[in-house]
């Protein structure tokens, strides 16, 4: 399994790195991939990466919620690491409207802005949409003709909103504990979307699956994700963790 979006880079796990990692290899995780959230974050990404470089690759990406007043000394930042080191994509990045509208356009402005560093370096891009739909889909729309790809974080809308994505460029669906939750509709029909666009993530240490909901979420429990999957398309468990491996390796590591 890999675990496309992982922030166990962070000090909620500081403590226990090693222990954290010996447990994702027992529970099979063979790959994780760390997504950036701002300046602070990135040291501490590079510091996890440094002490585990064959398990872990690197994002670099400034997050919609990071964005505010001083959004223009961000991307200087984001544009200054650029070619610092060797990222498998750019994020997260994206809109936010969940828990504050206030910086809207300052957010497009920042997620556009990676979209076309993206697109310049051939990197695919995170998308990080909470309450956003429609102003994703309008600024990805203004890249028509340029190639898209990248991965939708945190999925749990319909087909049709995936049909919108695939519309626009090579997207795929980052699939987590979300799909455990008994109050959650999108499983319903998540069975329309081809395997072949799904990736395993747990956004960690957020979005716990069920049986582990309330406690910090991590890698070793990606397991309950594959399972629930495995039910969603009436496959095996090892071919959920096959398929969204060679997935996930489609995307960020064997592109030319
Ligand atoms: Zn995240």
Not at 88 to 96: K, L, N, P, Q, S
Not at 129 to 144: G, P, T, V
Request: aromatic share 12%.
């Amino acid at each position: 399994m890999i675990d496309t979006h992982s922030h166990i880079y962070g000090s909620e796990f500081a403590s226990e790195q090693e222990e954290l990692v010996a447990r994702c290899k027992n529970a099979g995780v063979e790959h994780v991939i760390l997504p950036n959230v701002d300046v602070e974050s990135l040291k501490e990404i590079r510091e996890f990466h440094n002490k585990f470089p064959d398990f872990t690759s690197m994002m670099l990406g400034i997050h919609p919620t990071s964005i505010g007043e001083d959004y223009e000394n961000l991307l200087d930042f984001f544009d200054s690491e650029v070619d610092s080191d060797k990222w498998v994509a750019i994020g997260e990045t994206g809109i936010d409207l969940y828990w504050d509208k206030t910086y809207l356009k300052e957010q497009k402005i920042a997620f556009e802005h990676q979209i076309d560093v993206a697109i310049e370096k051939n990197l695919p891009f995170c998308i990080h949409c909470r309450d956003s739909f429609a102003e994703i889909i309008d600024s990805l729309k203004k890249f028509k003709g340029k190639p898209l790809r990248g991965v939708v974080h945190a999925f749990s809308l319909y087909p049709e909103n995936a049909r919108q994505y695939l519309e626009l460029g090579d997207f795929y669906f980052g699939i987590g504990g979300v799909v455990t939750y008994k109050n959650a509709k999108f499983p319903d029909r998540l069975g329309e979307i081809p395997l072949d666009r799904i990736l395993l993530e747990t956004d960690a240490p957020y979005l716990t699956p069920v049986p582990h909901r309330g406690k910090r979420n991590e890698p070793s429990y990606l397991i309950h994700v594959v399972d629930k999957l495995s039910q969603v398309y009436g496959v095996s468990a090892e071919e959920i963790d096959i398929k969204t491996t060679e997935n996930a390796k489609r995307l960020f590591f064997y592109h030319d």
